[in-house]
């Protein structure tokens, strides 16, 4: 099985060789492979460090309010997603004084459009028959009035009788005003203060929502990034307070493997050196990566500085391969360089009792350049440089290697070669971590 990071390109041409290896099963025929060519470039020597897997990233994920825990969603081992709920705590108050204040919003927001949409058709309606009913009180006021007077001159009426007829006139007068300034207020609609106030409460209640989802969604405890459950701190019907534990989680997606390398040797590492991975649990997968962190400060004890190497982490049967806590070989570039001949690390064939790869030697006619057969080489394995891996062996430059289609592959065998990898001999290494992350580091598995 090949691990490959050449997602589009790689899946195509496997899918391919998938194909042809079936064929050729069924037809025993040659076995289609793609080759690549042995480089010879300078590397630096090599030296190993023990060194441990460590997760990018580790957290106690704890809870922010005090309540108890209705539901425990995760189990140890778990892999979850950024967002995906760990534990929910009870949540029944709150839904309550929620509800609530949703129903007191919606009140005040009818209450805003009532003054926004401005003064009923039927109300001004209204305002135009009070306005009309209180002229009428108000001309007979005035012409009893004037009656009474004509009557006073002729000596026909008693004073008290023109006091009676002036003060229902002024009256009537009165009435109308206040029918005419109603109207006026109804024309003219709510007041822009009046507008702006319920406007102002609208958006106060809508704070108040706001706190109380916020304090919902504290009941709610979930993951911050993607990684795996470790540990487990609580279960359903505890009383978590504030700031208690509830998971412990560790980002595996990719991992660093620390070790310590010594005051001589630092000077030759910086962030970005390429670095080799032998995992001792692991005996059948290779790594490569690069450094990722060079801690400036030693062990006074050791004298030795920490260094990083990032490593992308791949899953197998729901789990990472690479876990927290495995020991691990780093082999990085220090001292002088020397020349050195390098294959593409998917050449490498792992799992037995040393690294080997596969040759490919041409057929002895020459009448057809892709068609030949294999044959196993024992090498040992010196430092990495980007996607090359430093190789020590009876190779020659030039040397073509089966790079895919080499997991089964039998001394002698008969292949053909379907592609050729072309490799740039003099390329360098990445620059940064986040290149290697997405060119170099990747995990090979061969079978033996």
Sequence with gaps: MIRVPRAAATGAWLAVIAVGATASAQQSGPTPVAVSTVVSRSVADGRSFVGSVVPVRESTIGSTVEERVAEFLVDEGDRVEPGQPLAKLRTRTLDIELEGARAELEAMQQELAELENGTRPEELER??????RAAALRDFAQAARRRIEGLIRNRQ?????????????EAAEQAYNSAQAALDLLIAGPR?????????????QEEVINRLEDRLAEHTIVAPFAGYVVTEYTEVGQWLGRGDPVVDLVELDQVDVEASVVEDDIRYISVGTSARVE???LPDV????????VVPRADLRSRSFPVKVRLTNEESHGSPILKAGMIARVTLPVGPEH????VPK???VLGGPSPRVFVFEPGSDGSDATLGTVQPVPVTLGVAAGSLVEVTGPLRADQRVVVQGNERLRPGQEVRVLRTIEVDAEAPSPDSPAEAASDDVAAVTRGG
């Design 286 to 293: 290779a790594f490569t990566g690069a450094v990722a962190l």
């Design 339 to 342: 020349p050195a001949l390098l």
């Design 346 to 348: 998917d050449a490498l």
């Design 192 to 204: 822009a203060e009046q507008v702006a106030r319920a406007r102002a409460k609208v958006t106060a």
């Design 127 to 132: 305002g135009r028959a009070e306005l009309a």
């Design 279 to 281: 995992v001792s649990s």
């Design 157 to 169: 009426a008693s004073a008290q009788e023109l006091d009676e007829v002036v003060s229902n006139a």
